[in-house]
Protein backbone atom coordinates (compact mmCIF):
# COMPACT_ATOMS: atom_id res chain seq x y z
CA UNK A 1 0.00 0.00 0.00
CA UNK A 2 1.32 3.20 -0.78
CA UNK A 3 2.06 6.08 1.65
CA UNK A 4 2.11 9.70 1.68
CA UNK A 5 5.53 11.13 1.31
CA UNK A 6 6.04 15.12 2.43
CA UNK A 7 9.05 16.68 0.80
CA UNK A 8 12.11 16.96 2.60
CA UNK A 9 14.01 19.78 0.88
CA UNK A 10 13.42 23.29 -0.20
CA UNK A 11 12.55 22.42 -3.70
CA UNK A 12 10.14 19.99 -3.00
CA UNK A 13 8.33 21.99 -0.41
CA UNK A 14 8.48 24.97 -3.02
CA UNK A 15 6.84 22.63 -5.74
CA UNK A 16 4.58 21.48 -3.30
CA UNK A 17 3.37 24.89 -1.98
CA UNK A 18 3.12 26.40 -5.73
CA UNK A 19 0.78 22.98 -6.88
CA UNK A 20 -1.43 24.40 -4.12
CA UNK A 21 -1.27 27.53 -5.93
CA UNK A 22 -1.72 27.36 -9.03
CA UNK A 23 -5.08 24.48 -8.17
CA UNK A 24 -6.20 27.86 -5.91
CA UNK A 25 -5.74 29.90 -8.96
CA UNK A 26 -7.66 27.63 -11.23
CA UNK A 27 -10.38 26.68 -9.17
CA UNK A 28 -13.27 28.06 -7.49
CA UNK A 29 -13.70 28.19 -4.03
CA UNK A 30 -16.79 25.32 -3.72
CA UNK A 31 -14.47 22.97 -5.90
CA UNK A 32 -10.94 23.26 -4.01
CA UNK A 33 -9.97 20.73 -2.14
CA UNK A 34 -8.76 23.23 0.93
CA UNK A 35 -9.80 25.90 2.48
CA UNK A 36 -9.82 29.39 1.33
CA UNK A 37 -8.19 29.96 4.99
CA UNK A 38 -5.48 27.59 3.91
CA UNK A 39 -4.99 29.23 0.04
CA UNK A 40 -4.69 32.54 2.14
CA UNK A 41 -1.72 31.21 3.64
CA UNK A 42 -0.39 29.74 0.76
CA UNK A 43 -0.49 33.43 -1.18
CA UNK A 44 0.94 35.28 2.57
CA UNK A 45 3.34 32.98 2.72
CA UNK A 46 5.10 31.57 -0.56
CA UNK A 47 6.52 34.68 -1.80
CA UNK A 48 8.70 35.27 1.56
CA UNK A 49 9.65 31.45 0.74
CA UNK A 50 10.84 32.05 -2.53
CA UNK A 51 12.23 35.01 -1.95
CA UNK A 52 14.59 33.61 1.18
CA UNK A 53 14.83 30.62 -0.85
CA UNK A 54 16.98 33.02 -3.85
CA UNK A 55 18.76 34.64 -0.87
CA UNK A 56 20.73 31.98 -0.14
CA UNK A 57 21.15 30.42 -3.44
CA UNK A 58 22.86 33.63 -4.61
CA UNK A 59 24.73 33.91 -1.37
CA UNK A 60 25.81 30.14 -2.15
CA UNK A 61 26.67 31.38 -5.67
CA UNK A 62 28.64 34.75 -4.78
CA UNK A 63 30.67 32.81 -2.75
CA UNK A 64 31.33 30.09 -4.97
CA UNK A 65 32.70 32.78 -8.00
CA UNK A 66 34.70 34.28 -5.75
CA UNK A 67 36.11 31.75 -4.06
CA UNK A 68 37.48 30.93 -7.77
CA UNK A 69 39.41 34.40 -7.24
CA UNK A 70 40.21 33.36 -3.91
CA UNK A 71 41.95 30.17 -4.36
CA UNK A 72 45.40 31.89 -6.67
CA UNK A 73 45.72 34.82 -3.80
CA UNK A 74 46.46 31.46 -1.85
CA UNK A 75 47.97 29.58 -3.81
CA UNK A 76 50.53 33.01 -4.57
CA UNK A 77 50.95 33.83 -0.84
CA UNK A 78 51.84 30.42 0.25
CA UNK A 79 55.06 30.20 -2.28
CA UNK A 80 56.22 33.71 -1.55
CA UNK A 81 55.91 32.77 1.91
CA UNK A 82 57.76 29.50 1.49
CA UNK A 83 59.99 31.06 -1.35
CA UNK A 84 61.34 33.42 1.25
CA UNK A 85 61.80 30.97 4.04
CA UNK A 86 63.81 28.73 1.42
CA UNK A 87 66.08 31.82 0.77
CA UNK A 88 66.76 32.19 4.59
CA UNK A 89 67.03 28.40 5.48
CA UNK A 90 69.81 28.19 1.78
CA UNK A 91 71.31 31.22 4.06
CA UNK A 92 71.77 29.68 7.00
CA UNK A 93 73.49 26.19 5.37
CA UNK A 94 75.94 28.43 3.36
CA UNK A 95 76.85 30.14 6.88
CA UNK A 96 75.94 33.48 5.67
CA UNK A 97 73.22 33.93 8.23
CA UNK A 98 73.49 32.51 11.69
CA UNK A 99 71.01 30.31 12.71
CA UNK A 100 69.33 32.76 15.48
CA UNK A 101 67.53 34.66 12.27
CA UNK A 102 65.16 32.10 12.54
CA UNK A 103 63.92 33.66 16.31
CA UNK A 104 63.46 36.84 14.36
CA UNK A 105 60.52 35.01 12.31
CA UNK A 106 59.47 32.91 14.81
CA UNK A 107 60.63 29.62 12.88
CA UNK A 108 63.00 28.07 15.64
CA UNK A 109 60.56 25.29 16.57
CA UNK A 110 60.51 24.59 12.50
CA UNK A 111 64.44 24.30 11.60
CA UNK A 112 65.40 24.86 8.61
CA UNK A 113 62.01 23.18 7.05
CA UNK A 114 59.01 25.31 5.51
CA UNK A 115 56.28 25.71 8.78
CA UNK A 116 52.48 23.70 6.89
CA UNK A 117 50.56 26.04 5.52
CA UNK A 118 47.25 24.15 5.59
CA UNK A 119 44.96 26.69 7.01
CA UNK A 120 44.57 30.25 6.22
CA UNK A 121 45.58 31.49 9.86
CA UNK A 122 48.45 29.08 9.29
CA UNK A 123 49.53 31.41 6.70
CA UNK A 124 48.01 34.76 8.09
CA UNK A 125 50.39 33.94 11.50
CA UNK A 126 53.41 32.97 9.48
CA UNK A 127 52.93 36.00 7.55
CA UNK A 128 52.97 37.97 9.58
CA UNK A 129 55.87 36.74 11.45
CA UNK A 130 58.04 37.36 8.48
CA UNK A 131 57.19 40.69 7.59
CA UNK A 132 57.42 42.02 11.29
CA UNK A 133 60.79 39.75 11.84
CA UNK A 134 62.55 41.42 8.47
CA UNK A 135 61.73 44.72 9.17
CA UNK A 136 62.58 44.77 12.82
CA UNK A 137 66.01 43.66 11.04
CA UNK A 138 66.29 45.89 8.37
CA UNK A 139 65.93 48.70 11.07
CA UNK A 140 68.98 47.15 12.73
CA UNK A 141 70.63 47.79 9.53
CA UNK A 142 71.22 44.19 8.89
CA UNK A 143 71.43 43.14 5.17
CA UNK A 144 67.85 42.23 3.97
CA UNK A 145 66.85 39.18 2.46
CA UNK A 146 66.43 39.08 -1.02
CA UNK A 147 64.68 36.67 -3.96
CA UNK A 148 62.39 37.61 -2.69
CA UNK A 149 62.66 40.27 -0.82
CA UNK A 150 59.79 41.24 2.31
CA UNK A 151 58.20 44.17 0.26
CA UNK A 152 57.51 41.08 -2.43
CA UNK A 153 55.97 38.94 0.26
CA UNK A 154 54.13 42.24 1.47
CA UNK A 155 52.57 42.79 -1.51
CA UNK A 156 51.02 39.00 -1.55
CA UNK A 157 50.44 38.61 1.53
CA UNK A 158 48.27 41.63 1.95
CA UNK A 159 46.42 40.95 -1.23
CA UNK A 160 46.03 37.44 -0.03
CA UNK A 161 44.60 39.13 3.72
CA UNK A 162 41.64 41.33 1.42
CA UNK A 163 40.47 38.24 0.26
CA UNK A 164 40.67 36.26 2.94
CA UNK A 165 38.03 38.91 4.60
CA UNK A 166 36.16 39.17 1.52
CA UNK A 167 35.22 35.64 2.13
CA UNK A 168 34.76 35.79 5.36
CA UNK A 169 32.08 38.24 4.88
CA UNK A 170 30.35 36.27 2.02
CA UNK A 171 30.94 33.11 4.62
CA UNK A 172 28.71 35.28 6.93
CA UNK A 173 26.23 36.11 4.20
CA UNK A 174 25.39 32.76 3.46
CA UNK A 175 25.34 31.47 6.82
CA UNK A 176 22.76 34.29 7.33
CA UNK A 177 20.35 33.21 4.63
CA UNK A 178 21.33 29.48 5.93
CA UNK A 179 19.98 30.19 9.22
CA UNK A 180 16.78 32.34 8.05
CA UNK A 181 15.52 29.79 5.34
CA UNK A 182 16.16 27.17 8.87
CA UNK A 183 13.85 29.76 10.45
CA UNK A 184 10.99 29.93 8.32
CA UNK A 185 11.31 26.21 7.11
CA UNK A 186 9.23 24.60 9.93
CA UNK A 187 6.13 26.86 9.09
CA UNK A 188 6.81 25.84 5.37
CA UNK A 189 5.68 22.42 6.52
CA UNK A 190 2.97 23.03 8.73
CA UNK A 191 1.37 24.75 5.76
CA UNK A 192 1.99 22.02 3.47
CA UNK A 193 0.82 19.53 6.05
CA UNK A 194 -2.06 21.60 6.38
CA UNK A 195 -2.78 21.29 2.87
CA UNK A 196 -2.37 17.86 2.44
CA UNK A 197 -4.60 16.74 5.32
CA UNK A 198 -7.47 19.06 3.98
CA UNK A 199 -7.13 17.52 0.35
CA UNK A 200 -7.14 13.96 1.52
CA UNK A 201 -9.90 14.98 3.77
CA UNK A 202 -11.83 15.92 0.76
CA UNK A 203 -11.35 13.31 -0.77
CA UNK A 204 -11.89 10.31 1.71
CA UNK A 205 -14.80 9.00 0.33
CA UNK A 206 -13.00 8.21 -2.86
CA UNK A 207 -11.76 4.68 -3.85
CA UNK A 208 -7.98 4.80 -2.17
CA UNK A 209 -6.67 4.73 -5.87
CA UNK A 210 -8.75 7.24 -7.03
CA UNK A 211 -8.71 9.35 -3.72
CA UNK A 212 -4.72 9.12 -4.31
CA UNK A 213 -4.91 10.36 -7.99
CA UNK A 214 -7.22 12.89 -7.09
CA UNK A 215 -4.73 14.01 -4.56
CA UNK A 216 -1.89 14.31 -6.62
CA UNK A 217 -3.59 16.69 -8.40
CA UNK A 218 -2.84 18.83 -5.55
CA UNK A 219 0.91 17.91 -5.47
CA UNK A 220 0.09 15.19 -2.65
CA UNK A 221 3.38 12.44 -3.41
CA UNK A 222 2.54 8.96 -2.56
CA UNK A 223 5.46 5.65 -2.78
CA UNK A 224 5.53 2.61 -2.69
CA UNK A 225 7.99 0.50 -0.07
CA UNK A 226 10.49 -0.99 -1.63
CA UNK A 227 9.28 -4.58 -0.73
CA UNK A 228 5.77 -3.55 -2.46
CA UNK A 229 7.68 -2.96 -6.15
CA UNK A 230 8.77 -4.87 -8.92
CA UNK A 231 12.65 -4.44 -9.06
CA UNK A 232 12.65 -2.46 -12.02
CA UNK A 233 10.03 0.61 -10.40
CA UNK A 234 12.46 0.06 -6.92
CA UNK A 235 15.25 1.68 -9.31
CA UNK A 236 12.89 3.92 -10.69
CA UNK A 237 11.65 5.57 -7.27
CA UNK A 238 15.40 5.69 -6.11
CA UNK A 239 16.52 7.73 -8.75
CA UNK A 240 13.91 10.06 -7.84
CA UNK A 241 14.90 10.33 -4.58
CA UNK A 242 11.85 8.97 -3.13
CA UNK A 243 12.22 5.34 -2.40
Known amino acids: ????????????????????????????????????????????????????????????????????????????????????????????????????ILEDYKLSEYGCKVPPMNSEDEICNLGRNLIEGETARIRKGLPPVTNPTIALVKVWYEKFLDAYQDQKNLQLSTCRAQKELAGIRPQADEIILHIWNEVENSFKDLPDDLKREKASEYGLIYVYRKTELPSQMVVTQQKLGIG
Open 1 to 100: MPYRRLPNTDSARYKALQKALQKGKELPPFKLAFSQSTYQKIISFLPLYEKTMLRLKGAMQVQAERNLDYLPHVKKVKMYISHFIQVVNMAIQRCELPLS
